[in-house]
């Protein structure tokens, strides 16, 4: 056996000796002496290692320190690399002592003595060094309340303080300093920071209260909700810092309805009962026992609700974190007189013991309707009259979006189907459209073979309503009548209410108007004005669409009579999409550009044509189709003004456009004459906008050029903003005269970016009948603009009605809806459906009744803020 392991035995021995760990010690001298030349590994205890030159070895794991051994000097004490006190270095050599034995601690724990039990003669120096300090936490963790559990109470205590010690147990002294984790904790301690005394002194060790605060009512039973973790520094090296948890959770049930909002069991048929399930919820951490109690407030005498088949039910044990399902039902009883609506609750309550971290839901309200036959109605509120695809001027139009009919088109039928899963026959006794005889819609009521009208359990009877065409030609600023309606439907079935339905159709077509210049029939006559041999003049031109479809015109030379190619032409080849209402114009113009001459020469027979491309019209063709053009070429040198036509992009309503953007205008004068010129532009016709020039006049010299630049004015904010489309265009006409005989007119436009929004100016709504729910009126909200955007509709009603914006009827007040409306690129009107009076209402609208767009600040709006009157009838 090796020699080391030899001594370290031996050595284990002699060393628990000397600390006190065994009760009787022997150890044989000769043998550790006889052995102390050889190396000596420490036992897998921790015993120490002797080397051969007498070195005691290093405990480890906290085990004993090795003896020196050997005839020569005597060996150091053993290192302890672990956590405990270092063991006692010891000297066991016959041989005189002239070593010193050394205990080294390179950990934060007490560091043993060296000490010297050799027999020989001992002069060496026992000593021992320690190297840092150590902070002992006890406990590490401090649970609150029951084992970290707070019972909750609706008038909360705090649970009991509890104490940590800290102790240094080292030999030196440190600072240290708490702190919690959480901001506001749960808790307060206190102190909060200090400095520990080296081990065995006064002030070695403290003791840190930590009190918590009152577990508030209503809790959360959260694991640990209300735990914490106080952490612990000191200025001790390499120290990493120490953690105490502080747990505590609040203790309790916590009950719920599930669902928690009103249950309503709808129409049920006398004699019957309906049943459905809810369920009782704990979502707490303690279970708890359940009474439940149904009760009536208002209906029949012989209607009721019930829970579990009785009117109390007790549950017992809900369980933490389980649901518990009970089952609910009405009867509304067993007479035609019972069809009528009852209310009542369900109530929750638990007994005074019950351990709760909230008050228990307030009563499940209840509702129910007895009837005696079913009304079952598809669709339920709402017909939209769609035309089909037709073919217009040679061109086929797939069927437009829905709701719209092309003019000169009509819409097919629309049947309402009246079902009944009642137990007793009904008939429809009465259809009534909202416009009366001025209706465009009349009305057919089927007979399934039972009779016009009648409706026997588990059949149905069709109502249709029949669609008049809308009319080749449609004025859209003032139409002939409109093709909303509504329809009132009554039937005889006990405690059914009258059913009212929106009906929804919209001529579509484009309808072009205001050509400018004023034609003569289906021509238009362009007398140009002189113009230079290489120079041009030009005419202003117009053109409106006042309807509610896109228009796509072109512009071509089909003929140029005497005159070279290109001598007439216009700015614009084609008005792509453009859509304008109210009565906005469009502007665009035409030029005669002859070519250099020596003498005047008089050009004519030319002609151009005007054609519409996929463009649906409620009027029948354009109003202009062929233009005639004729004009004089004159022999001086042409003087040129450029460039031909300006146009600025889209600025958003209610802001000018950026600093810089503006238009260079050139005057070319190749004469040898000077020449003087003007410019003007006049303030904008509709809303007195106005351009900016920086020079109206000047003097060009002979060769010789001029320039001037047009600024973009400021596009207003509304209310002044005029003619929506994809853009506003501000139109205008910049007018340079040169000399005596040369004028040039540039058409300027200006394009006004945002959201045209439309409401109807009025709506008639319904008069009340005589029992709920509420009779409805339709209305759309359009976007004309370019771009789309968030509008919030807010009702104000201070009539005695119980009105509503697509909610349940509401009293006086105000009530809002927010919807996102796209531009009308892409969609261009939404719906917002519904606009409700309660039929229930014992008087009829008095006050002010209206709804109001609401756009926000950041979104550029370029048309009043609309508003809609509501005129009751």
């Not at 409106?544 to 796509?552: L, M, R, S």
């Not at 029948?620 to 040129?640: F, K, R």
Request: hydrophobic residues 35%; negative net charge; charged residues 5%.
């Amino acid at each position: 056996m090796n020699a080391r392991r030899v001594l370290s035995a031996g050595f284990k021995s002699v060393t628990l000796c000397l600390i006190g760990l065994l009760a009787a010690c022997t150890f044989d001298a000769t043998r550790l002496r006889a052995s102390a030349t050889r190396a000596h590994d420490g036992a897998a205890q921790g015993d120490g290692e002797d080397a051969a030159a007498g070195t005691g070895g290093a405990g480890s794991l906290g085990g004993v320190g090795g003896a020196g051994g050997g005839d020569g000097p005597a060996g150091t004490g053993g290192v302890d690399r672990s956590d405990t006190p270092l063991a006692t270095g010891i000297d066991t050599a016959s041989a005189p002592d002239t070593g010193a034995e050394t205990s080294i601690d390179r950990v934060d724990t007490p560091l043993a003595t060296g000490m010297d039990v050799a027999t020989g003669p001992d002069t060496g120096a026992e000593t021992s060094t320690g190297q840092t300090g150590g902070l002992s936490v006890n406990p590490d963790t401090l649970n609150f309340g029951n084992d970290g559990f707070v019972v909750c109470s609706t008038s909360p205590a705090p649970a009991g303080a509890l104490g940590l010690t800290l102790s240094n147990t080292s030999a030196q002294s440190f600072n240290w300093t708490a702190a919690l984790g959480r901001s506001p904790s749960p808790f307060s301690f206190a102190p909060t920071s200090g400095t520990l005394s080296a081990r065995g002194s006064p002030g070695a060790s403290v003791t840190v209260t930590v009190t918590p605060r009152a577990i508030p009512f209503p809790a959360d039973t959260t694991s640990n909700a209300y735990g914490d973790l106080l952490s612990i520094t000191t200025t001790i090296p390499a120290d990493s810092g120490h953690l105490v948890n502080l747990n505590q959770t609040a203790r309790g049930a916590i009950l719920a309805f599930q669902p928690s909002t009103p249950y309503d069991f709808g129409d049920v048929q006398v004699g019957t009962v309906s049943s459905a399930s809810i369920q009782v919820v704990n979502t707490g951490n303690v279970s708890t026992d359940v009474v439940l109690t149904a009760a009536i407030l208002t209906g029949q005498s012989d209607a009721n609700f019930t829970v579990n088949s009785g009117a109390i039910s007790q549950l017992s044990g809900v369980a933490a974190g389980a649901n518990q399902t009970v089952n609910i039902g009405f009867t509304p009883g067993g007479v035609p007189a019972d069809a009528m609506p009852a209310t009542g609750t369900l109530t929750m309550s638990v007994g005074a013991n019950a351990v709760l971290c909230a008050a228990p839901p307030g009563p499940l309200q209840l509702t129910g309707t007895g009837t005696v036959a079913s009304v079952t109605i598809t669709p339920p509120s709402q017909v939209f009259f769609t035309g089909p695809g037709m073919t217009q001027n040679g061109t086929a139009f797939n069927a437009p979006a829905q709701g719209f009919t092309y003019c000169g088109t009509t819409a097919g039928q629309q049947p309402i189907t009246f079902g009944n899963t009642g137990t007793t026959g009904y008939t429809i006794t009465d259809a009534t459209l909202g416009q009366g005889v001025t209706s465009p819609y009349t009305i057919s009521i089927g007979n399934n073979g039972d009779g016009v009208g009648v409706v026997n359990p588990g059949k149905a009877v069709p109502l249709t309503l029949i669609s008049a065409p809308v009319p080749s030609n449609w004025n859209f600023q003032n139409p002939p009548t409109t093709f909303n309606d509504t329809l009132t439907v009554t039937t005889n079935a006990v405690g059914d209410s009258p059913h009212v339905f929106s009906i929804a159709q919209s001529p579509y077509g484009a309808v072009l108007q205001h050509f400018t210049p004023a034609p003569n029939g289906a021509t238009v006559a362009f007398n140009f004005p002189n113009a230079v041999g290489g120079g041009q003049s030009s005419i202003p031109m117009g053109l409106a669409n006042t309807g509610n479809a896109p228009a796509t015109v072109s512009f071509s030379v089909t003929d140029n009579g005497n005159a070279p190619p290109g001598t007439w032409y216009f700015d614009k080849a084609t008005l792509a999409g453009f859509s304008s209402l109210p009565d906005g114009v469009t502007s665009f113009s035409a030029y005669f550009s002859p070519p250099v001459t020596t003498s005047n020469v008089s050009y004519s027979g030319g002609t151009a044509t005007f054609t519409l491309t996929e463009t649906p019209l409620c009027a029948t063709v354009l109003p202009v189709t062929m233009a005639t053009t004729t004009g004089m070429a004159t022999s001086t040198q042409p003087i040129t003004v450029t460039p031909t036509s300006i146009v600025f992009a889209a600025i958003p309503c209610g802001t000018s456009a950026p600093t810089g953007v503006n238009s260079t205008v050139t005057i070319k004068n190749p004469t040898a004459a000077p020449v003087n010129w003007t410019a003007s532009i006049p303030p904008n016709p509709v809303d007195n906008t106005t351009f900016t020039l920086s020079n109206s006049s000047g003097s060009i010299p002979a060769n010789n050029t001029d320039t001037f630049t047009i600024s973009p004015a400021p596009i207003p904010a509304a209310p002044d903003v005029v003619a929506p489309g994809n853009g506003a265009e501000y139109s205008n006409v910049l007018t340079v005269t040169v000399g005596s005989t040369n004028t040039f007119t540039i058409p300027v436009t200006e394009i006004a970016s945002g959201l045209f929004l439309k409401l109807p100016a009025s709506m008639t709504s319904p008069h009340p009948t005589s029992r709920p729910p509420f009779t409805s009126q339709p209305f759309q909200m359009q976007n004309l603009g370019d771009i789309g955007g968030t509008v919030t509709l807010t009702l104000t009603n201070s009539s005695p009605a119980l009105l509503a914006l697509n909610t349940q009827p509401k009293p006086p007040g105000t009530a809002s809806i927010t919807s996102f409306i796209n531009p009308a690129s892409s969609a261009g009107s939404a719906s917002l459906t519904d606009f409700v009076i309660n039929t229930s209402a014992s008087a009829q609208q008095r006050g002010t009744e209206r709804v109001t767009a609401t756009i926000p600040a950041s979104t550029p709006f370029c048309w009043p803020t609309p508003t809609m009157s509501i005129v009751g009838q």
